[in-house]
């Protein structure tokens, strides 16, 4: 066996941010090198164990499983103290059989969730436990092995190695020998070896192999660089002190153990010994490819009938009569549901929402392709009846093609670990879990990461950041791509050196997996405990920092392995329409949201008015533009916008064709005469996969199932898999009298929609969700935004946002009061337009205290004065804190006290009162009676004198209640900072990182620091009447404007965006703080030339309005030039004499209208123009 070799210790990606390995290349060149396997041993974990085994079938190449562990020096329930590199040592583990896989699984799911200590850590006695069908190597220099050895302690060493050939059994351990260069190997290798002889062990050779190439040793190091958050100059940070940690071919592998040839021999023998084959999917037989837990029907029924009861029971209670249509529907469904044995699936579905039903928690009407099912609307999983709105079954549950349904489920947000509770109670604790999903390194990320890494200064990654193409629908283009499309970044690439080093750099570590967290929505349910098929572990949720246990497998691997996944989404706008509901009924209103009419007129002409925020799907700008252009008047145009509102259908110009055909300014046409009443609804044009679907059946005589198939090739955008579907379509379409031309003309126009067109059943569903928002917000605003509020009031960037909104809609939200306060935001009972704070949102008051304020005003009636309040009130709770809060946030105010008199004089008041309540309390009563004691006396006119000035009223204020309520230093000034501002705050979370924008705001909490070379900067919160941000001023800025970084400060901060944390977690690095001129408006400065282009497809008077209206809604300084794209070339059109602000919003409006790279800004100059005139004719150009 002299030739080959086999490498068993392997970190991939999924040893993250340590791994720089793609599975696939290593498998590619594991083929290429002809050797006969290869391990997985990532550190700790086996995230990417079921990718790596399938991959490995897939090259040729056997795919052994494995792992690094990480050994606890006692018991794994010890949490001692001391450094770090004593509280766990390395071993290698790999699994030989079935058996073997199944206590890898165990062990790696206990260290998680048992030895969990700085790693996750297992013990020789776990290890002993599950040893069966396992091999063990010593391990690299971190074991325990080798630390032994290098600490001189051969005795220790050998009783070590003795114990793990113990543990494992005879021949099941090796002696791991490893030689990278490095001096600490080379010293301990002949001892090693030696150690091996005496203890009567084999030894293996390895290589701690982290990268796939040796040329990949720079981009690992960056990547060692990134986990550690230091640059690579940094001396005292980790680092691989040589580049021999790739996938070496057996002849490298062999020349370095030249001198013990065995050692290469026991890595082919270990591999034969190793045979894992697990049976999952399409190869396990089908009565065990799915592990749905248990359905146990009432009465010993059978799980099919049963659900053939709860469907005929609830579709008599959904339609009433059940006509020849609906009856056909449901036993094809049924048909379907239980040849394929999913009738317990159902079942298990029916049961979880029944349970949130009956327990109030709202459910969402249906999520996804499960709306098409009459089964789920009779069993009231879902809300829709899919017969009125065309909605496709086969979109959902296809008989020809074998898999688990997925019916993803919306609760209020509020709730769903409720349900969650439930399905472990119902199921088993250890047969439920939630499930792990990864980030990876995007490009414009990995571009500031390379350049921070390799030393350049910041401001060389912003440059390059600058120049990527701006994100389409937040999502970044791939560095490749990013080079095609900016003239800019390829040239920086092509010509400046230092460029081209941070563009490689990041493109080497490009999709690599950054770091794993739970999942938003995904719930697996297991027939058996899950750890027989897939390892656990902890996970940090981040929306509530709870530990969660979770899947080491992402969702795809779940799937495969045959269990049943769900998607329990917590929907924050379900909470909404719950708590508006629950407002209406207090104005004794029962209001059935599920039932109210879809052509309310008055819902509709709020949405035309673009009047949308606190509406579900609706409220971004660009969706907003959308709905003004398509000013929708019934529920399918509600649908559509939720379709049309997607990267692929705007880029394609679908939503400006379509507001075109609905208003009549353009022909309705269709593809073909059979297809009219499949595109009606859509006025001609394909909008959702769906309509792919039905246009494959009615030209080509596809059934549905073949359908499905068909769009699910097409949406995986590759060519090469078209060619036998596109025949089969044409000669379909041919055998029904169809010219052959023709069919294949609209094969490839369906072929973009089966990836660009958006699932219906979705659409339907969220729309649906929208409209009952709408609804609410239409007729009963005052409650509706109550509930929004309550809904964001721990949101500290979202509730100024809805304050605002409530001003701009005439409602006025007042501060708390103890008389009239709710727990949360509520209307005032007079019916006025107004809406009170909530208790509960005041700084330091608990809920607890909230509850007892509330139950002594409804059993003691309302509180007439402080000294009533305090008498009415448990006094338990009365804390001196408490009552300070209550005063500054304006709870007293409606007694009529000055809250600064009330503040410094409320002791006199409340100190006797509560003590003698306290003494009565512990039974310590006055021999006097209750009037003769000292409460009794009290003198409440003390409490009367002056009131803070207005600065510091609000100041504290805002410092209880987290915003300005009663007045708000900004609103005098509001137009004049405006001008002088890109755009309000809450927009900054629509751009790009790196992007540069101009805000204004009042200063909030101020921490000053100092950098590592003791010079000052400042991180700040920056507020406007919308929305707050973080700043960092860097030194460089603050040292020119300390004064300016202070709380109440109002100040202009020009800086760029910051998204190198969470998406969600946006911050500005400050590129220039100033004060704004508060004497007038001042003009924009010039910014170069708005560039515009126009294609001849969108050049429509409607798109000329918009755009005039879009020029005349941002006054500035710099021109506009517009021009006019056909096919006969580009000319220049002249719009006018407009100047216009070339903010980030301008340009993504004018982006959603003409497309994503539409708009740009470029330096000024000249160029000759025509102009448009005002009745400038529909779709060709305007003459001089």
Not at 318 to 326: A, H, L
Not at 550 to 558: E, I, L, P
Not at 721 to 741: I, N
Not at 1003 to 1029: C, I, M
């Amino acid at each position: 066996m002299g030739e080959s070799f086999v490498h068993l210790h392997v970190h991939t990606e999924y040893s993250l941010l340590d791994g720089a390995a793609r599975i696939r290349q290593l498998f590619a060149r594991a083929a290429e090198e002809r050797m006969p396997a290869l391990a997985v041993t990532d550190h700790g974990a086996m995230f990417g164990a079921l990718e790596f085994y399938e991959a490995g079938l897939a090259a040729g190449v056997k795919p052994i499983i494995g792992v690094e562990a990480y050994v606890a020096p006692g018991s794994r329930f010890e949490r001692s103290p001391g450094e770090s590199e004593e509280k766990y040592r390395h071993l290698t583990i790999l699994a030989r059989d079935e058996r073997g896989y199944r206590n890898l699984l165990r062990l790696v799911t206990d260290a998680h969730l048992e030895g969990f200590y700085h790693r996750p850590r297992i013990d020789k006695q776990l290890l002993a436990e599950r040893a069966e069908g396992l091999i063990g190597l010593s391990g690299c220099l971190a074991s325990e092995v080798a630390q032994a050895l290098l600490a001189g302690q051969t005795t220790k060493a050998e009783e070590v190695a003795a114990t793990y050939r113990d543990i494992f059994g005879e021949g099941m351990f090796f002696i791991e020998l490893q030689d990278h260069g490095l001096p600490e190997q080379r010293r301990i290798l002949p001892e090693l070896i030696a150690l091996a002889e005496r203890v009567g062990l084999p030894v293996v050779a390895t290589n701690d192999l982290h990268y796939t190439e040796r040329a990949d040793a720079k981009p690992h190091d960056v990547l060692l660089c990134i986990q550690q958050q230091k640059v690579q100059t940094d001396p005292n940070r980790l680092k691989f002190d040589s580049d021999q940690f790739y996938l070496k071919s057996a002849a490298e592998m062999r020349e370095v153990f030249r001198e013990i040839p065995r050692a290469c021999d026991a890595t082919l023998e270990i591999a034969e010994m190793c045979d894992l084959r697990l049976v999952y999917g399409d190869a396990a037989p089908p009565d065990q490819r799915f592990h749905v837990p248990r359905f146990d029907p009432p009465d010993g029924k059978d799980l099919d009938t049963y659900l053939r009861e709860l469907v005929e029971r609830g579709a008599v209670e959904r339609y009433g009569e059940i006509t020849p249509e609906i009856r056909e529907r449901i036993e094809h469904e049924l048909a379907v549901i239980t040849s394929m044995g999913f009738s317990g699936y159902f079942l298990i579905v029916w049961d979880l929402i029944r349970f949130a039903r009956e327990n109030g928690i709202r459910v969402g009407p249906g999520r996804g392709s499960a709306a098409g099912s009459v089964v789920s609307y009779a069993l009231r999983i879902t809300d829709l009846d899919p017969l009125r709105y065309g909605l496709i079954f086969e979109r959902f549950l296809n008989p020809e093609r074998v898999q688990m349904p997925d019916i993803d489920m919306d609760f209020d947000e509020r709730r769903r670990d409720e349900v969650i509770r439930y399905v472990a109670q119902r199921y088993g604790q250890d047969h439920v879990a939630q499930i792990i999903t990864f980030q990876t390194i995007k490009g414009k990320q990995g571009i500031r990461d390379a350049a921070r890494v390799l030393g350049f200064p910041a401001s060389v990654g912003d440059r390059l950041c600058k120049m990527y193409p701006p994100a389409v629908m937040g999502r970044d283009f791939p560095i490749e791509q990013a080079l095609e499309l900016s003239p800019e970044l390829r040239e920086a690439y092509e010509k400046e050196p230092e460029a081209r080093e941070i563009i490689d750099t990041a493109r080497a570590l490009e999709g690599l997996r950054r770091e794993d967290s739970v999942h938003a929505a995904g719930v697996v349910i297991g027939d058996a405990p899950l750890v027989n098929y897939l390892p656990l572990k902890l996970a940090k949720d981040s929306r509530d920092d709870s530990r969660r246990i979770v899947t080491q497998f992402d969702m795809h691997g779940v799937e495969k392995l045959g269990l049943l996944k769900m998607d329990f989404l917590g929907l924050r706008n379900l909470s909404v329409i719950e708590d508006t509901l629950a407002l209406l009924r207090r104005k004794g209103i029962e209001l059935d949201i599920d039932h109210v009419p879809l052509d309310d007129p008055a819902t509709y002409d709020m949405l035309r008015r673009g009047d949308t925020t606190g509406v579900f799907q609706m409220e971004s700008p660009g969706m907003r533009n959308l709905i003004k252009a398509l000013e929708p008047d019934r529920f399918e145009d509600l649908m559509a916008l939720v379709a049309l509102y997607r990267p692929g259908l705007l880029s394609m110009g679908q939503h400006v064709e379509y507001a075109e055909r609905k208003h009549g300014r353009k022909p309705v046409t269709y593809p073909h005469p059979a297809l009219e009443d499949i595109l009606r609804d859509t006025y001609g044009i394909i909008v959702y996969q769906e309509q792919v679907m039905q246009v494959a059946v009615r030209l080509a005589g596809y059934t549905m199932g073949e359908a499905d198939t068909l769009r699910k090739v097409m949406g995986k955008k590759r060519r090469e898999l078209l060619p036998p579907h596109r025949e089969k379509f044409v000669q379909g379409a041919v055998a029904r009298g169809e010219d052959p031309r023709k069919a294949e003309e609209i094969f490839e126009l369906i072929v973009p929609f089966a990836d660009y067109g958006f699932n219906a059943s979705h659409a339907c569903a969220y729309a649906y969700v929208a409209y009952q928002t709408a609804y609410l917000k239409a007729h009963h605003p005052v409650e509706y935004m109550a509930a929004i509020l309550t809904s964001v009031k721990d949101d500290k960037d979202r509730k100024p946002f809805y304050l605002n909104a409530c001003r701009l809609m005439g409602i006025e939200v007042l501060p708390p009061d103890v008389n009239e306060s709710e727990l949360d935001f509520a209307p005032v009972p007079t019916g006025e337009p107004k809406i009170r704070y909530g208790l509960s949102a005041v700084r330091n008051v608990g809920e607890g205290a909230v509850q007892q304020i509330i139950r002594a005003r409804e059993t003691g009636g309302a509180f007439t004065s402080f000294a009533d309040f305090c008498r009415k009130v448990d006094p338990s709770v009365l804390t001196k804190k408490v009552l300070e809060s209550l005063i500054l946030a304006g709870a007293f105010d409606s007694l009529g006290y000055a809250r600064r008199a009330l503040l410094e004089n409320h002791e006199k008041v409340s100190g006797p009162i509560l003590a003698e309540r306290k003494a009565e309390a512990a039974g310590q009563f006055s021999l006097f009676g209750a009037e003769a004691g000292p409460a009794a006396e009290i003198d409440e006119s003390v409490l009367q004198g002056e009131e803070f000035d207005q600065r510091l009223l609000l100041k504290y204020e805002k410092e209880m209640l987290g915003q300005f309520v009663t007045d708000h230093p900004l609103l005098p000034i509001r137009e004049r900072l405006a001008a002088q501002t890109d755009m309000e705050i809450p927009e900054v979370t629509t751009l790009d990182d790196g992007d540069l924008v101009t805000i204004g705001g009042i200063v909030g909490a101020v921490a000053r620091r100092y950098t590592k070379r003791g010079e000052p900067y400042a991180q700040f919160r920056l507020e406007d009447l919308t929305g707050g941000v973080t700043v960092i001023a860097f030194p460089s800025v603050y040292e020119q404007v300390p004064h300016l970084i202070e709380p109440d400060a109002i100040v202009l901060v020009k800086g760029r965006v910051d998204r190198r944390g969470r998406a969600e977690e946006v911050q500005l690095r400050a590129v220039e703080i100033a004060e704004p001129d508060l004497g007038a408006a001042p003009e924009a400065p010039a910014a170069g030339v708005l560039v515009v282009e126009l294609p001849a497809a969108s050049c429509t008077q409607a798109v000329l309005a918009k755009l005039r209206a879009l020029f005349e809604a941002h006054p500035g300084r710099a021109p506009v030039r517009v021009r006019f794209v056909s096919s006969q070339g580009v000319t220049p059109l002249e719009v006018g004499a407009y100047r216009v602000s070339p903010t980030e919003g301008l340009l993504s409006e004018l982006r959603l209208l003409l497309g994503p790279s539409a708009a740009r800004v470029e330096p000024a100059g000249n160029g000759s123009a025509v102009r448009i005139p005002e009745d400038a004719p529909v779709g060709r150009t305007a003459t001089p």
